[in-house]
């Protein structure tokens, strides 16, 4: 079965609850038999488009089609100088020609509709300004972990940003309790808290979006948080710095979560910014679980969109 609506996964409205469940499923079957999987993708090639630095999406993405039997090329902005040595769509026509499947890390979440819209092969968001899907399925890959399949409370704290859009998307979309603790004026987009409230309508989820961390954060399961700024955002790091204090995740914010709270963050964190080295280190913290079901959530992901499984 294909996991995906349409050819291209761009956002986490690409999958449905059901598509979405079964990527999980076969993420955590993967990760318990990965030889059962090694040679699914042989033949196939992947094109990676990145615009913007990565350590896990890249490596994941890179050595996930490896063990599944394919290979990937990395394509980094300096070589492709996709939009100034030539065009999204004809880096996305070339690519058709030689390829199976397009992995981009963009700037802009509309360089990826532009290659989506000319790519006959299937496009997938390794992030952009907007989303960063392949990111959520791991999240919930780990949050799963935790604490089966039961729909508990996850609160994402600080910057409503592509991390927070997927996370809240993903949330609502599987039947959890999502709450978001942001500054004002850095909320998720309306049109991010429109689409979570009406996929929470129909999954039984909720969507409570705040300014008080603390309410926020009392007796969630999760805590959960992102850097304040975000690449391609540098030049208002200080500014940010200045409005986000208060939501920092500390030992202080953990105290008023559930006693069996995760923490969670995507990384890569800057420790002392948006949360504390202690919380990192701390027996609540499942960020190295986050970042190890990027390979076995991506490689689900792959095995769906490419494969015969
Ligand atoms: N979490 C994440 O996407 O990390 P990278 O930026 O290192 O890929
Ligand atoms: N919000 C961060 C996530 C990095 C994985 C960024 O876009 O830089």
Redesign the pocket.
């Given at each position: 079965m294909n996991a995906l609506s349409g050819k291209d996964l761009l956002s986490i409205l690409d999958l449905t609850p059901e598509s979405a469940g079964d990527l999980l499923d076969l993420a955590d079957q993967v990760k318990g038999t990965p030889r059962a999987f090694s040679t699914a993708l042989s033949g196939k090639v992947m094109a990676m488009i990145f615009e913007?630095p990565?350590l896990?999406?890249r490596v994941t993405f890179e050595s996930g089609m490896f063990s599944l039997g394919g290979m990937a090329i990395y394509l980094s902005q300096d070589q492709v100088r996709m939009g100034d040595r030539e065009p999204d769509y004809d880096v996305a026509r070339n690519l058709t020609r030689w390829v199976q499947i397009i992995v981009a890390r963009t700037y802009s979440h509309q360089t990826l509709l532009d290659l989506a819209q000319e790519a006959t092969i299937p496009v997938i968001n390794a992030?952009s300004?907007w989303e960063?899907p392949c990111?959520a399925l791991a999240d919930f890959q780990t949050i799963r972990e935790s604490f089966g399949k039961s729909k508990v409370t996850v609160t994402f704290v600080g910057?409503g940003?592509?991390?927070?859009h997927s996370l809240l998307l993903l949330g609502v979309m599987l039947g959890y309790r999502m709450r978001v603790a942001c500054p004002k004026g850095y909320e998720p987009r309306h049109e991010i808290v429109r689409q979570a409230q009406s996929l929470a309508e129909a999954s039984g989820g909720s969507v409570t979006i705040g300014h008080d961390p603390c309410a926020l954060a009392k007796d969630s399961q999760v805590l959960y948080t992102?850097?304040w700024?975000?690449?391609?955002?540098e030049k208002e790091h200080e500014k940010r710095l200045r409005d986000f204090q208060g939501f920092q995740l500390n030992r202080e914010l953990l105290a008023l979560a559930a006693p069996e709270a995760r923490v969670m963050h995507?990384?890569?964190a800057h420790r002392g910014e948006e949360i504390t080295d202690d919380i990192i280190e701390s027996e609540a913290s499942v960020l190295y679980d986050q970042a190890e079901n990027r390979l076995h959530s991506q490689k689900a992901l792959l095995l769906r969109v490419l494969g015969e499984v």
């Open positions: 913007k990565s896990r999406t992030l300004d960063h990111q910057d940003n592509n991390v927070c992102d850097v700024t975000s690449m391609g955002q995507c990384l890569p």
